[in-house]
């Protein structure tokens, strides 16, 4: 490879490490997810050369609905272990659902073994 071939692997590998973190600082300012369009307007590329910095970037993964989701946090548990997920929601949502959870396990037109599987969801929550 020659001098100029090297500067522009060199320069080419800069913008895209400098690409990634502003994707990476776009999507936490967003609260882990945006559209593809405001991390490329983060970045100052066009949406394809966004989707080809996202491509290459393991914690950054892209939904069918066009969304950027950034993956650190979001872990996979192993073989029998319990995976956890985290929301963050007002709390007159998650009072909403839980008054709707708590009433269908009452209900009579809910199948027995869904009452079973709610009941034991909602067993297992746990409040901070």
Request: with cysteine.
């Amino acid at each position: 490879m020659g001098y100029f071939e090297t500067a522009w692997y060199l320069m080419k590998e800069m913008n895209e490490s400098e690409h990634k973190k502003k994707i990476i600082a776009c999507l936490k300012k967003e609260g882990g997810a945006a559209n593809l369009s405001v991390c490329a307007k983060a970045c100052g590329v066009s949406p394809e050369e966004c989707k080809k910095v996202i491509a290459s970037m393991p914690n950054v993964k892209m939904h069918s609905s066009g969304d950027v989701i950034l993956m650190d946090g979001i872990s996979k548990a192993m073989p029998g272990q319990a995976s956890f997920v985290t929301l963050v929601m007002p709390e007159s949502a998650y009072d909403t659902i839980m008054e709707t959870l708590y009433m269908d396990l009452r209900s009579g037109s809910i199948d027995d073994s869904i009452k079973a599987r709610l009941q034991q969801a909602l067993n297992q929550i746990q409040q901070k």
